[in-house]
């Protein structure tokens, strides 16, 4: 079994929710630079920059994965599968693919929509 603290689980938390708060931020901040922009361009810029920010996420994870040998991933649920990194390999993974898209689709919409509402 894992180790049962779950040190690693609130910074990946912490990372989920500040990726949101960038992705509301960027929508605000393209839409006090455009005039009285649409519904469909304040989501697209939402979208935009969660999937970048996926992307590097991504690239950060292989580096980590590959280079620190797992000794940053060392605290996971107790119920995990256990594996070289403790269990917190597939869900660091599973958060950034998964977790992340949603969080920042979510993010996203709920921007534009408030966002749109103020302009209008």
Known sequence: MGNPQFAGLRTVYLGNFLLMAVVFISVAVFASKIDRPGLKALFSVGM?????????????????F???????LLYAPANMVEDKSGGLRSLVALNVLLINILACSFASFVASITLQRKIN
């Not at 935009?48 to 980590?64: E, G, H, Q």
Request: charged share 10%.
């Open 48 to 64: 935009k920059v969660a999937l970048a920010s996926i992307v590097i996420s991504c690239l950060v994870i292989v580096f980590v």
């Open 66 to 72: 590959f280079m620190d040998r797992h000794a940053v």
